[in-house]
C-alpha cells in the first residue's frame, strides 16, 4: 500500500498506535454527531480491522491521516465502494478528523489528495461523497474539492432512525472537474 503525502498531511496504513485515538474520535459525540451511535473500543477496533482486510482486497479505502510536521494521528481519509441497497453504485470519498484537528483545512487537504489517488493512480471516472443533509461542515468540504450536489441522488437512509441522520445528501465529480 502507498502512502499518500501533502505539503501537511501522510495517509498512511493503520498502525496499533492509532487505536486508542480512533477509539477516542469514535466515543466524541460531536466526532459521531452526523454518524450514528459512539462505539465501543471493540467496535472501533473492529472497524480498523475491516479498513485493512478491505483495503488489502481492493487496494484502496480507508488511510490513516497523521500531522506531519508532528506525526500525531488526526483522523481518516480515503475511498470505498458505496454501501449496498443505496439508489446508485460507485466509489465514495470519505473523511474523518478528531475536534483538535477540525478548522485547520486538513479535511481538504486530504480528500484533495485522495482525489488525486483516486483519478489518477485508480482511473475512477467518478467519484462520490454522502452525508446527512445535517452536515454543513462536510458539504463544504465537498463543494471547495469541486464536488457538486446531485439531488436527483438524496436519499432516506434506511439503516438510521426517524430524525436528522436519515436524510442524506449526494456529491459528486469527474476526473475532468476543475479542483
Same mark, same amino acid.
Request: charged letters at 20%; aromatic letters at 8%.
Given at each position: 500500500m502507498t502512502a499518500l503525502r501533502t505539503e501537511r498531511l501522510v495517509l498512511r496504513r493503520w498502525r496499533d498506535c492509532d487505536l486508542a485515538p480512533w477509539a477516542a474520535m469514535n466515543a466524541d459525540p460531536e466526532v459521531r454527531e452526523h454518524l450514528g451511535d459512539?462505539?465501543? *473500543?471493540e467496535e472501533s477496533d473492529a472497524s480498523v480491522a475491516r479498513f485493512q482486510a478491505e483495503f488489502d482486497a481492493r487496494g484502496y479505502g480507508w488511510?490513516? %491521516? #497523521? %500531522?506531519r510536521a508532528t506525526g500525531g494521528f488526526v483522523g481518516f481519509a480515503g475511498l470505498d465502494v458505496v454501501d449496498d441497497g443505496l439508489p446508485? @453504485?460507485?466509489? #465514495? $470519498?470519505g473523511w474523518r478528523l478528531a475536534r483538535p484537528a477540525w478548522g485547520r483545512g486538513y479535511a481538504t487537504e486530504a480528500a484533495l489528495r485522495v482525489l488525486a489517488h483516486g483519478f489518477d493512480a485508480l482511473g475512477l471516472p467518478e467519484v462520490l461523497a454522502v452525508t446527512t443533509a @445535517?452536515?454543513?461542515r462536510s458539504q463544504a468540504?465537498? *463543494? *471547495? $474539492?469541486g464536488m457538486t450536489r446531485v439531488p436527483e441522488y438524496d436519499f432516506d437512509d434506511p439503516a438510521a432512525p426517524e430524525g436528522p441522520l436519515r436524510p442524506n445528501v449526494v456529491y459528486r465529480t469527474g476526473r475532468s472537474a476543475p479542483r
Open positions: 459512539l462505539l465501543t *473500543r488511510w490513516a %491521516v #497523521e %500531522v446508485f @453504485t460507485g466509489v #465514495e $470519498i @445535517t452536515n454543513h468540504v465537498m *463543494r *471547495r $474539492i
